[in-house]
T-cell receptor, first 110, second 112 residues
Framework: SQQGEEDPQALSIQEGENATMNCSYK?????LQWYRQNSGRGLVHLIL?????REKHSGRLRVTLDTSKKSSSLLITASRAADTASYFC??????????FGAGTRLTVKP | SQTIHQWPATLVQPVGSPLSLECTVE??????LYWYRQAAGRGLQLLFY??????ISSEVPQNLSASRPQDRQFILSSKKLLLSDSGFYLC???????????FGDGTRLSIL
């Protein structure tokens, strides 16, 4: 069953704007991960943030984690048309499985 | 480099026919392996995972089964497909906790 829930379900922005996606979850976690999926392809890992971390950066990506609110956000700065994809959060409770949300479909218009 | 192979890329099967999807992993030993199903426009549903040869954990009761005959081979099977088995099937590997999962390119299964 799914645990993470992304918000919004769909997001459409202009190239150059920032995109923010949110994820909420329900149980305690070991870490939270964000993935990207281009249409018809497998998921690609973007960033992993551990439960004792609050913020992490990777290039134009910034992820925050608030374990008290059981939520995380993914910020993509200076978006490009090539960032168009679906983005998923996944929670890992160290029980050898991960729970994925339904995803946010991001469209970046050139 | 570590690679995950899934085949076939697309498959069209009649209702009631059997299924065998194969996933093989290169470049790593003793990975955790996973089978997911993704409906159109939706998230991933975990079907099975395996922490070692012959060890299978099932998440959802259904007419699918999984086997891991070798360390780097994970097979998804069905004796009789249902219409509801249509979807995008993804295989993934993970090297233990606090590690990312790496995915194959998936198999799109259509049941007619």
């Amino acid at each position: 069953s799914q645990q993470g829930e992304e918000d919004p379900q769909a997001l459409s922005i202009q190239e150059g704007e920032n995109a923010t996606m949110n994820c909420s979850y329900k149980t305690s976690i070991n870490n939270l991960q964000w993935y990207r999926q281009n249409s018809g392809r497998g998921l690609v890992h973007l960033i992993l943030i551990r439960s004792n971390e609050r913020e992490k950066h990777s290039g134009r990506l910034r992820v925050t984690l608030d374990t008290s609110k059981k939520s995380s956000s993914l910020l993509i700065t200076a978006s490009r048309a090539a960032d168009t994809a679906s983005y998923f959060c996944a929670t890992d409770d160290n029980n050898n499985d991960m729970r994925f949300g339904a995803g946010t479909r991001l469209t970046v218009k050139p | 480099s570590q690679t995950i192979h899934q085949w076939p890329a697309t498959l069209v099967q009649p209702v009631g026919s059997p299924l065998s999807l194969e996933c093989t992993v290169e470049g790593t030993s003793n990975p955790n392996l996973y089978w997911y199903r993704q409906a159109a426009g939706r998230g991933l549903q975990l079907l099975f995972y395996s922490v070692g040869i012959g060890q299978i954990s099932s998440e959802v009761p259904q007419n699918l089964s999984a086997s891991r005959p070798q360390d780097r081979q994970f097979i998804l099977s069905s004796k009789k497909l249902l219409l509801s088995d249509s979807g995008f099937y993804l295989c993934a590997r993970q090297m233990g906790g606090n590690q990312p999962q790496h995915f194959g390119d998936g198999t799109r299964l259509s049941i007619l």
